[in-house]
């Protein structure tokens, strides 16, 4: 029987940063405390979950905290935090970093290594294991679980339930709902309205893209008239939100793609509303004396990682990270009665920040010149073949505009060499039949050759069962330091919370 890893943090949580972020250099020294858990953990013998044990302090239990902030960056390991940091502003430095106590997570599903959003959603909001694409159930997919966010709608606080993708997908549908199926898209919706949560906010539902198909004879109705039926006001502007008085049931979403889901940060139109101010109002509708619990969910950046997208990943990062310096400001007015605890589900795309082309020359400055993402880009590629309106050197002259890399290029890192030229050419689509799969094509082509002189690397185009991080403040926060399961993210909300402990 392999040793217990045992790990402590004696951090002082009663003081955040005197500001929404931290230094480069303090959010570094946390991701190397990270590292260290992870090789300490490895060294002494430490695998799965029995390895993976945390006492935290005898006094962590001690708080009660009324205002309850969880925060999961889908797909956002310790590198994709680290992207952000340095692709942006790098003298702002992310709130997240600036939080006291720093954690690290297993994610493995119950029935596979790697998991998916289903499982460790689950187990995030239940405290229990599961299998692979299941929300909120045991793995027999007949006994469901309970929730941490209806554990405290059951004790009188107000629940709002936020994602920047669909609010029927997987992560945000552990919270509230219960199928066997993550791809029950239409019965997961309809859930909400029978949740009695009081705000949902971010994306549009999947599910309601099915309801003008016949189902067993009769059409499935339309989510947002199952909303207003159950008393929710249902909002798709920002005025529209504005308006909502607090204790008002509230389902608000904003600008969309074909899967329900917000634009990347970096291709956010200016009506559209961002996941911060989702998380801003939704601060202001739950806000009472009998607390809340908010979920809210940076699901864009796992989308990013599925595409081998640094450059939206980092703006998705950032943008998550906007939406937690929004509870920051309200911990600062709220210290002693406030809980942030940031999270992932898992890691996606297997990310290095350095690869074999580039060595020790890594420059991820040169991904502040892409201004699109690659499936924004990968769009307008499929409507210039569609039309026949583009020729391949037109298209170069876009990819300079688009991603900086061109002939003429002012640094020349950024120029395309002959042979490289000649590869683009080779996957531009030809005809209007190709314009899917090789817009597709294209826009991956220029994307990694983006990131390959960035000095960026990935190893996978699906999720990894790399540790994440935790990052907590607040209230009982030192209970999240240290080496633990993802499920323990669920045991301790509701142990702090008095929720009396998993069902």
């Not at 956002?76 to 992207?83: E, I, N, W």
């Not at 185009?461 to 993802?486: I, K, L, Q, R, W």
Request: proline content about 5%.
């Amino acid at each position: 029987m392999p040793p217990f890893c045992i790990f402590s943090t004696n951090q002082d949580t009663t003081m955040i940063a005197p500001r929404p972020g931290t230094s480069p250099s303090a959010i570094f020294q946390k991701l190397l405390v990270l590292l260290m858990l992870v090789l300490i953990g490895s060294g002494s013998g430490c695998t799965g979950s029995a390895g993976l044990v945390h006492v935290p302090d005898k006094g962590a239990y001690s708080a009660r905290p009324k205002y309850i902030f969880l925060f999961i960056g889908d797909g956002m390991g310790l590198a994709q935090v680290k992207l952000s940091d340095g692709v942006l502003d790098p003298d702002k430095g992310l709130a997240m970093g600036g939080l006291p106590v720093t954690g690290i997570t297993a994610t493995h599903a119950e029935n596979r290594y790697i998991t998916d959003s289903g499982a460790a959603g689950t187990a995030l909001s239940t405290g229990f294991k599961t299998s692979i694409g299941t929300i909120s159930m045991r793995s027999n997919h007949r006994d469901t679980l309970r929730t941490v966010a209806e554990m405290a709608k059951q004790k009188g606080m107000r629940v709002g339930i936020l994602s920047s993708v669909g609010i029927d997908n997987a992560t945000p549908a552990c919270f509230y709902a219960h199928n066997a199926g993550r791809g029950n898209y239409h019965d997961i919706a309809v859930q909400m309205a029978t949740s009695g949560f009081d705000y949902f906010g971010g994306g549009y539902a999947e599910g309601d893209f099915l309801h003008n198909r016949l189902r067993g004879g009769a059409a499935k109705p339309d989510i947002p008239s199952v909303m207003k039926a159950a008393g929710y006001r249902v909002t798709t502007g920002r005025d529209e939100l504005l308006s909502v008085l607090p204790g008002t049931p509230c389902w608000a979403y904003t600008g969309f793609d074909g899967k329900a889901a917000m634009s990347y940060a970096m291709d956010r139109r200016k009506e559209d509303l961002s996941l911060a101010e989702f998380t801003r109002q939704g601060i202001r509708l739950l806000d009472n004396p009998a607390g809340f619990f908010m979920m809210v969910e940076g699901g864009k950046i796992d989308w990013a990682c599925h595409a081998n997208d640094a450059a939206a990943a980092a703006h998705d990062v950032a943008a998550f990270d906007e939406a937690i310096a929004e509870a920051v400001a309200f911990y600062r007015v709220h210290p002693s009665e406030t809980l942030i605890v940031v999270t992932a589900d898992h890691e996606c795309g297997g990310l290095s920040l350095g690869n074999a082309s580039q060595g020790y020359e890594s420059r991820l400055q040169l991904l502040r010149r892409q201004k699109v993402s690659r499936q924004r880009f990968s769009e307008m590629v499929a409507s210039w073949t569609k039309t026949r309106s583009v020729s391949f050197a037109m298209a170069l002259d876009s990819v300079k505009v688009y991603y900086g890399l061109g002939d003429a290029a002012p640094d020349s890192a950024l120029a395309i060499s002959v042979q490289e030229r000649k590869m683009l050419r080779g996957a531009y689509p030809a005809t209007p039949e190709d314009s899917g799969p090789g817009a597709e094509r294209f826009a991956s082509a220029v994307t990694g050759m983006l990131n390959a002189r960035a000095g960026i690397g990935w190893t996978s185009n699906a999720h990894t069962a790399v540790p994440v991080p935790v990052f907590a403040a607040g209230a009982g926060a030192e209970a999240f330091g240290g080496s633990y399961d993802n499920t323990g993210i669920a045991e301790k909300i509701m142990r702090l919370a008095r929720f009396g402990g998993r069902p």
